[in-house]
């Protein structure tokens, strides 16, 4: 089956810094979307974003499905960005969300 | 809307006993969906279902049962629970599949912390 897999697993930043997460897979996919879960456990949709770019507010993704991989840009981060990242993906001919790692990120004050 | 509403919030349960998670999305959503989310780990797809009357497997669907009367109400049944299936449990919905497999966003519940002693 497909694998996900997001980079860095882990990511430490002060306020006001900026951050690119990685999510590569190893098959063409027909869906894809970034979530944020948050200390409470919440999974908060970012984007749907199969392919080319799009942006809210201080986050933005690109997905470059050609070459299979997905990027999620946060610029001037917040305390509240803190959580865990998670991008999915479900293949062609599929229902089927397999969801990566994960990247751990924590901003501090 | 409420969107995807899943109940209850906490459960403690034994070893060997059954239970049902309760889902509902009032989105008109076809396709539904149960994961399980264990401590530091991503989520693994359980059960979906693309329509009431249709449901199938996802990775980890042994010790669980679901059905799908109705497009909106999605339940997922312990049958006979373990310690292995301590987990946090979301269920999710899809945007409308008429348009076919592509556009799929998925929308989550707030998710079931279930402990099995």
């Known amino acids: 089956g497909i694998q996900v897999e997001q980079s860095p697993p882990d990511l430490i930043l002060q306020e006001g810094a900026n951050s690119t997460l990685r999510c590569n897979f190893s098959d063409s996919v027909n869906n894809l979307q970034w979530f944020h879960q948050n200390p409470w456990g919440q999974l908060i949709n970012l984007f749907y974003i199969p392919s080319g770019t799009k942006q809210n507010g201080r986050l933005s993704a690109t997905t470059v499905a050609t070459e299979r991989y997905s990027l999620l840009y946060i610029s001037s981060s917040q305390t509240t960005d803190s959580g865990v990242y998670f991008c999915a993906v479900t293949t062609s001919g599929t229902y089927k969300y397999i969801f990566g790692t994960g990247t751990r990120l924590k901003v501090l004050a | 809307n409420a969107g995807v509403t899943q109940t209850p919030k906490f459960q403690v349960l034994k070893t060997g006993q059954s239970m049902t998670l309760q889902c509902a999305q009032d989105?008109?959503?076809?396709?539904m969906s149960w994961y399980r989310q264990d401590p530091g780990m991503g989520l693994r797809l359980i059960h979906y279902?693309?329509?009431?009357?249709?449901?199938d497997q996802g990775e980890v669907p042994n010790g669980y049962n679901v059905s799908r009367s109705t497009t909106e109400d999605f339940p997922l049944r312990l049958l006979s629970a373990a310690p292995s299936q301590t987990s946090v449990y979301f269920c999710a919905s899809s945007s409308d599949l008429g348009r076919g497999l592509a556009n799929n966003e998925q929308f989550f519940g707030p998710g079931t912390r279930l402990t099995v002693l």
């Open positions: 279902s693309v329509g009431a009357g249709i449901t």
């Open positions: 989105m008109n959503h076809e396709y």
